[in-house]
């Protein structure tokens, strides 16, 4: 999946594949100008903006890859704020707290429920109480199990509320964590002063922030959807409620990206 990207030189609209880690360095298809875009998002971000694109252009099944996905590296994203955050909180050295991080890790990084108990330590840790949300069903464990493990084709409602539901978890993490997730975002900014800096002459750097949702959110003007008075609820009318909640809030999220996308590329894209 790709982003536009405008040339600096001559303005034609390149197509960009999206990286890992943000650096895109492009050559102009029209002028053969080069330049460097840094793209200020987050894994997760990326992933969860792919799931929207693939949903809205009619594929359910990668949609749901894409969203489960951008849940997983969510809770590395939580992780690795979390760390981050309690190193600030004493004399180490940021680059040598976050090379411990990447060290650590490694160990988890291809286990997926060795990741889940990292981030449920780090919650209880910073938050103090049990994440009771790590549930089959509060994570859509068995629908995510059943569309990517053993191919079964979801309908758009089914998916509809997957997302939603993902969308809510993130968006409630984000909110909680607050400033600590900027040093994460300080971790990108030293990959992009790294690449900079090893930057030959010529080459233009052009720095970019996609609005995408959950940057939407926490950035959008538009007014907050009201949450169920009792969110926890056990009962039918309150999972209706709390069903009700996570597709408004979803939904809002959608419209917010469409504005602040609208703004920022002159264009409804």
Known sequence: MDFPTPCPACGFENRVAFTDSGVHDVTCAQCRAR???FLRKQRFEVLFDLGTRALM???????VASFAAALERF???YVRAFALERAAGTE???SAALGALDGTWRHVASQSERQLGMFALAYLLRQGREPDFLTPAGLGTDFRNRVIHRGALPTRAEVDAYAAAVFTLIDRLLTELGAAATHVELA???VFAAH???LPDGVTAVFEEHPGMFRARRFGGLSPVTKPERPHQTDARGLNDARAFQQALFQRALAERGELLRAFKGSGG
């Open 75 to 77: 809770f590395e994203f």
């Open 57 to 63: 252009d009619g594929y359910a099944r990668e949609a």
């Open 92 to 94: 180490q050295d940021f």
């Open 35 to 37: 330049s460097c875009v």
């Open 196 to 198: 900079l800096a090893r």
């Open 188 to 190: 990108q900014e030293g």
